[in-house]
């Protein structure tokens, strides 16, 4: 069956540091999304792409996250300075197009500032 | 905007206990509605959805029905089993107050535990 991928599992970074998170998705599938999910809380979409077009990136810190999908595939999420606010479970997930149909999700990254 | 909200957990129950988890919403259009699962350790898999009002969705004995009139969409199951332990989340997309078509807004999650 096949299933979103992401690496790291987990990843422990000091405060300053830079730190970069890699998604693939299901084959075939256009739409992407980064969430982010604080301990206690749901999900937050960070951004979204529609092959490799930013579709609403409205709540990604800018300052300090960037994402790129550059051919459309896989996709990565970097974080740079990382702030101990981060930490948090990092999860990818795609669909076959936007709109109403199952998003499938990664097994996502646990990041730890320190 | 969208928001989903559920009702305060965690949720303990004993094996074979009615279980019902609440969910309400505030959208400004007509959203799809889904019922998520994380498991421990593991990513969040949809357990169930429905995408118009009086709809139900079902599956593995959970079910939820598109309330509209009263913007619910409340899970059920008649009889737990342990393996039912995990975290449920209420979701929403395409409500028309998010910035994007397929933006899935979440409620805060349920941890649920059933008890042998």
């Known amino acids: 069956e096949a299933e979103v991928a992401q690496s790291p599992r987990y990843k422990i970074t000091e405060k300053s540091q830079a730190v970069a998170f890699w998604c693939d998705p299901i084959s075939g599938h256009a739409t992407l999304y980064w969430y982010r999910q604080i301990l206690g809380q749901g999900p937050e979409l960070l951004v979204q792409?529609?092959?490799?077009?930013?579709?609403?990136d409205s709540q990604l810190p800018k300052d300090r996250f960037s994402a790129e999908r550059l051919k459309g595939v896989d996709s990565t999420l970097k974080i740079q300075p990382a702030e101990l606010g981060d930490s948090a479970m990092y999860l990818c997930a795609s669909s076959f197009h936007q709109g109403g149909d199952e998003q499938y999700f990664g097994p996502g990254t646990r990041l730890t500032v320190t | 905007g969208d928001s989903v909200t559920q009702m305060e957990g965690p949720v303990t129950l004993s094996e074979e206990a009615f279980l019902t988890i609440n969910c309400t919403y505030t959208?400004?259009?007509?959203?799809?509605l889904f019922w998520y699962v994380q498991y421990p350790g593991e990513g969040l898999q949809l357990l169930l959805k429905?995408?118009?009002?009086?709809d139900k969705g079902s599956n593995k004995g959970f079910e939820a029905t598109y309330r509209k009139e009263t913007t619910s969409f409340h899970l059920e199951k008649g009889s737990v089993q342990v393996s039912d332990s995990a975290v449920y989340f209420c979701?929403?997309?395409?409500?028309?107050?998010?910035?994007?078509?397929?933006?899935?807004?979440f409620g805060q999650g349920t941890i649920l535990t059933v008890h042998p």
């Open positions: 792409f529609q092959d490799e077009s930013v579709v609403d």
């Open positions: 959208a400004t259009g007509y959203p799809s």
């Open positions: 429905a995408t118009k009002a009086d």
């Open positions: 979701a929403l997309s395409g409500g028309g107050g998010g910035t994007s078509y397929g933006k899935l807004t």
